[in-house]
T-cell receptor, first 114, second 115 residues
Framework: KAGVTQTPRYLIKTRGQQVTLSCSPISGHRSVSWYQQTPGQGLQFLFEYFSETQRNKGNFPGRFSGRQFSNSRSEMNVSTLELGDSALYLC?????????????FGPGTRLTVL | AQKVTQAQTEISVVEKEDVTLDCVYETRDTTYYLFWYKQPPSGELVFLIRRNSFDEQNEISGRYSWNFQKSTSSFNFTITASQVVDSAVYFCALRDEGNFNKFYFGSGTKLNVKP
């Protein structure tokens, strides 16, 4: 079974631009979560989507947004990029079983903001 | 509040040595889940284990073993006879009390296994 895939793997943008990252979950998985990983802050939860609805949101500004499509694929958008947005963005998918759920992560998209 | 602490920032061992990675957690919930993930240089977080709070039995999987102790709020991970391929960053994580797919990660422990 194919794992979680993320595109693109690497991205370079300049301040003020916007960016869209894509995540395709494991087949059959209905929940997609996004995390930001930086050397200073570590792994931080951004948001989770299930059934095309945002279920949870972390403490990030409104510049960070996302959506999920009917096939469970998800996109994450960051507008008005700042230097501090440079990070590895990881997507995770799960079956959405509730408390016994396990998240499986993709390889990430490494975003560099110049 | 949920919190995970991995006090060991980086550990270096020589191949075939045993190594233990520490994880201490904080939660007010009575039922909770803990996880370990491995992050090789490629970046992908690889799921290793999930443990719930009402099962304190230690678990062994090949060279990997986990020691869960509620009394000390610890969930330590031991690699026996380490190999170079074990070199990675290891993360301990705690599931949020009410949001099942919101994890709190520790800061990670970078393990260097030298030949």
């Amino acid at each position: 079974k194919a794992g979680v895939t993320q595109t693109p793997r690497y991205l370079i943008k300049t301040r003020g631009q916007q960016v869209t990252l894509s995540c395709s979950p494991i087949s059959g998985h209905r929940s997609v979560s996004w995390y930001q990983q930086t050397p200073g802050q570590g792994l931080q939860f951004l948001f989770e989507y299930f059934s095309e609805t945002q279920r949870n949101k972390g403490n990030f500004p409104g510049r960070f947004s996302g959506r999920q499509f009917s096939n469970s694929r998800s996109e994450m958008n960051v507008s008005t990029l700042e230097l501090g947005d440079s990070a590895l963005y990881l997507c995770a998918s799960s079956l959405y079983l509730g408390i016994t759920d396990t998240q499986y992560f993709g390889p990430g998209t490494r975003l560099t903001v110049l | 509040a949920q919190k995970v602490t991995q006090a060991q920032t980086e550990i270096s061992v020589v191949e075939k040595e045993d190594v233990t990675l520490d994880c201490v957690y904080e939660t007010r919930d009575t039922t909770y889940y803990l996880f370990w993930y491995k992050q090789p240089p490629s970046g992908e977080l690889v799921f290793l284990i999930r443990r719930n709070s009402f099962d304190e039995q230690n678990e062994i999987s090949g060279r990997y073993s986990w020691n869960f102790q509620k009394s000390t709020s610890s969930f330590n991970f031991t690699i026996t006879a380490s190999q170079v391929v074990d070199s990675a960053v290891y993360f301990c994580a705690l599931r949020d009390e009410g949001n099942f797919n919101k994890f709190y990660f520790g800061s990670g422990t970078k393990l260097n296994v030298k030949p």
